[in-house]
């Protein structure tokens, strides 16, 4: 089936934002994930936001979402070199509850922090 | 609770052989599922379960079968390993969240596998 498309790598400095965009495949999703995964291990539920919402906050993140542009970014303020990992978007098709918890995933963003 | 956990962490076949997986969850979590993750293609889904004695397809079933006879255990096989299914292969399971309206998987550390 069709992927959630987001950059393969984004290299940032540290105390920079960082923004790691995706694009997702269906209007009728109705959450988006946003997942982390750090080198050796499996991947852990950052944040994730309602359809409808525009934008959700949680400390260092910002999650914006542009449902007409199919459009969910991550944004990550004063970013540390422990924020290097790979993120994932992800989005649940079909509506609420009628894909019993199924995922789908982009490809994943290398997020790489430059001392 | 330990969460979910994968075994064996890191495996060498070769081609022909056969090998099952097993993940474990202890937070009687009705779903669980099967990914394997390949370098620039994000997580693919091989098989899940929505209850014990449950299976069904993912988007990549070929060449793998599940069990779910316990709830807390769902394993994975490969009755006859290729070298196309070198991978890292991870466990999921989840909930289906009544206050917040969303299901949260939760992954295992992964099983590296090696089809030589």
């Known amino acids: 089936g069709e992927d959630a498309e987001q950059s393969l790598f984004l290299s940032v400095r540290e105390g920079d934002s960082s923004v790691i965009n995706c694009t997702y495949t269906?209007?009728?999703?109705?959450?988006l994930y946003w997942y982390k995964q750090e080198p050796g291990a499996g991947l852990q539920l950052l944040t994730y936001?309602?359809?409808?919402?525009d934008m959700k906050q949680d400390q260092r993140l910002t999650v914006l979402l542009n449902k007409k542009d199919k459009h969910l970014s991550l944004r990550i303020a004063d970013t540390q070199t422990g924020d290097s990992a790979i993120y994932f978007c992800?989005?649940?098709?079909?509506?609420?509850?009628?894909?019993?918890?199924?995922?789908?995933f982009g490809r994943g963003t290398q997020l790489t922090v430059w001392p | 609770n330990a969460g979910v956990t994968q075994t064996p962490k890191f495996r060498v076949l070769k081609t022909g052989q056969s090998m099952t997986l097993l993940c474990a969850q202890d937070?009687?979590?009705?779903?669980m599922y099967w990914y394997r993750q390949d370098p620039g293609m994000g997580l693919r889904l091989i098989h899940y379960?929505?209850?014990?004695?449950?299976?069904a397809k993912g988007e990549v079933p070929d060449g793998y079968n599940v069990s779910r006879l316990k709830k807390q255990n769902f394993l994975l096989g490969l009755e006859s390993a290729a070298p196309s299914q070198t991978s890292v292969y991870f466990c999921?399971?989840?909930?289906?969240?009544?206050?917040?309206?969303?299901?949260?998987?939760?992954f295992g550390p992964g099983t590296r596998l090696t089809v030589t």
């Open positions: 999921a399971s989840s909930y289906y969240q009544r206050d917040r309206g969303t299901y949260e998987q939760y």
């Open positions: 269906d209007s009728s999703s109705t959450y």
């Open positions: 936001i309602f359809s409808n919402m």
């Open positions: 992800a989005e649940s098709k079909g509506g609420r509850g009628s894909t019993l918890g199924r995922l789908y």
């Open positions: 937070m009687n979590h009705e779903y």
């Open positions: 379960s929505v209850g014990e004695g449950t299976t």
